[in-house]
């Protein structure tokens, strides 16, 4: 009996067990949830709170600008503010400096839009004060527009604390000496008065180096967000914001304390602007033109700042010379000083390339740092660079194998049907056709057959996300009727066995091609040779056993297989519009032996 008993209550503990824990969590969870619902409303209670205490701030700062910088002077201001449009498409904007001779002052970027040359397009300043349009003549940009993209891409700054087989270019931007003049006819053709608006007077010199952080400042503009195409030269309303200069900075913005202020002449904010805003006046609370808007700043890590030109740019375009000599004597100065914290990537990447082909037998290099090299020693290889510009982007190129074509055979011609003169016979020509878009520059490398090699490019490039342009070596060695195509990267290389004796030569075809980079056309290519640890062997057997390891490596699918072109055959008469397209000058660069080098 007394088992059975104890049976029972075991059973019945087991479960009075299982509800009061059920019990329990029922209770834990209803708080909980009694508790995010009270933080709920906190929080709800706080953002509400906090919305108001925005909302009040916003009204504070408002009423404190409108304190220092009055709705009146904005309003007669806006007076002399210019919508710029062509063919209804709205360009920018503009305001005027000197109402007698018609000139308003705008960015470089803006003018640079403008189709003066195209007589079938008219282009128009207006605004909703006169409702009249003024013809737009003549556009001058300033002199240093895109002086600094020059300076940079001379110097190309590579990061010293990047690794030395994979250097971290600078990646910089140009936004210095955005300014222009516009030339407009200000007379009315119907009354013959001027109808320009009023001069905006600009600030004395002295105090736009006086521009500090802090500052208070308006800018007058006319956001295409903010208007439709159809009816903005109907409208021509302009929109206002104030603020206050965030920084004075240079376009190379570091810590330096000593740096001249001139130097530091980029007007940083963060008013609401927008496309169309570019080439407004920045004023600050005397209705005096302190900057002009020219950018928003487009980066990952921006905290939607703008940016604008400090006011002298106009004295340099209005003075003769002005802008040449604040380029010579101001600005590049600066400008080489602060890049000149960094290395310059025409001396790096060939340590680069080397270092890379020396990787699998010294694994310590991938921890050599750019800035742990020593420079001052002779390098272990040779380096010769040849600066090159690309031709003009193209759908598509064809490389021509005249080494491959059979000679052309001169034969008499009649003279009735020619004067006696002698022609040529067309011949089948070897050619090879890339259908890809870009641009393209052929070079011929004349190499010792005797010493390793390495090929490469790299095109420093201002305004891009990585500081440089992606670029493709496509290559052949003279004699051979395949062309290997190379993949596009930041400085592409080909690697080129020794194979052959002392004081013979190899040619080797390379095609350089830039697919899609809107930037300068300048860009450098190399090579660098060294004398192999062991001697080539026979030329014909590694050429073979080369190119049947390439053949293999492509027939699994490996990750290093190359593509390659077969050159096709066709009629020079038939397949070519130009007459010398078969035999057009390629330049060829010699390259000397390591004994002619060291002479």
């Not at 740019?313 to 040449?324: F, G």
Request: charged share 25%; glycine share 8%.
């Amino acid at each position: 009996m007394s088992g059975t008993s104890e049976s029972k209550s075991g059973a019945a503990g087991p479960g009075r067990h299982e509800k009061l824990l059920f019990g329990a969590a029922i209770f834990l969870l209803a708080g909980a949830l009694a508790l995010s619902e009270a933080a709920r409303l906190a929080e709800s209670g706080a953002q509400k709170e906090l919305a108001a205490e925005l909302d009040e701030t916003r009204k504070n700062a408002d009423a404190a600008l409108s304190a220092v910088i009055a709705p009146e002077t904005l309003s007669a201001a806006d007076k002399s503010v210019y919508m710029i449009v062509t063919d209804r498409t709205y360009i920018g904007t503009a305001f005027v400096i000197d109402r007698d001779r018609g000139v308003l002052a705008t960015a470089a970027h803006v003018a640079e839009a403008l189709p003066l040359e195209n007589e079938d397009h008219t282009i128009r300043a207006v605004n909703q004060h006169t409702g009249k349009q003024l013809r737009v003549r003549i556009a001058k940009k300033h002199a240093g527009y895109g002086a600094f993209t020059r300076v940079a891409e001379r110097y190309q700054p590579v990061d010293s604390e990047s690794p030395i087989i994979n250097p971290r270019a600078i990646a910089l931007a140009d936004y210095a000496n955005d300014a222009a003049l516009l030339i407009v006819d200000p007379i009315d053709a119907d009354t013959g008065e001027n109808i320009l608006g009023p001069n905006l007077p600009i600030a004395a010199e002295e105090e736009l180096y006086d521009l500090k952080a802090g500052d208070a400042i308006a800018v007058i503009g006319f956001p295409t967000d903010m208007l439709t195409a159809g009816v903005a030269d109907k409208s021509a309303a302009s929109r206002i914001e104030r603020g206050v200069i965030a920084a004075m900075v240079s376009p190379i913005d570091l810590v330096d304390q000593g740096a001249d202020v001139k130097g530091r002449n980029l007007i940083v904010h963060r008013m609401a602007t927008a496309p169309g805003s570019s080439g407004g006046p920045i004023i600050n609370a005397k209705g005096e033109v302190v900057g002009i808007n020219t950018h928003g700043i487009s980066s990952s890590y921006s905290n939607g700042d703008k940016m604008g030109q400090r006011a002298e740019v106009l004295y340099d375009l209005l003075a003769a010379l002005r802008e040449e000599i604040q380029i010579d004597e101001v600005y590049a100065p600066d400008w080489r000083r602060r890049l000149a914290r960094w290395k310059k990537a025409r001396e790096i990447v060939p340590y680069m390339h080397y270092y890379l082909s020396r990787l699998e037998k010294d694994s310590r290099l991938a921890d050599l740092k750019v800035g742990g090299v020593d420079y001052e020693t002779p390098p272990p290889f040779r380096a010769q660079i040849v600066d090159l510009k690309f031709d003009a982007a193209r759908e598509s190129y064809t490389v021509y194998a005249a080494d491959l074509a059979a000679p052309a055979i001169a034969q008499p011609v009649r003279a009735a049907s020619s004067g006696g003169a002698n022609r040529l016979v067309a011949q089948a020509t070897p050619l090879f056709r890339l259908p890809q878009a870009g641009e393209y520059r052929e070079m011929i490398f004349d190499l010792p057959a005797d010493e390793q090699h390495i090929l490469y490019a790299f095109d420093y490039a201002v305004n891009t996300v990585y500081g440089f342009c992606p670029i493709a070596i496509h290559y052949r060695e003279l004699g051979k009727a395949e062309l290997i195509l190379g993949r596009p990267s930041g400085s592409p290389s080909v690697k080129i066995e020794a194979t052959g004796a002392a004081g013979t030569r190899r040619r080797v075809q390379a095609l350089f091609h830039r697919p899609n980079c809107a930037t300068s056309s300048d860009f450098f290519a190399g090579v660098i040779s060294w004398k192999p640890e062991s001697p080539p062997g026979p030329a014909k057997t590694a050429a073979a056993v080369e190119a049947l390891l390439q053949r293999a490596s492509c027939a699994v699918g490996a990750e290093g297989c190359v593509r390659m072109l077969k050159a096709s055959f066709a009629s020079a008469a038939g397949a070519h519009t130009e007459a010398s397209a078969v035999d057009r000058f390629v330049p060829v660069v010699s390259i000397p032996a390591a004994d002619e080098a060291s002479r």
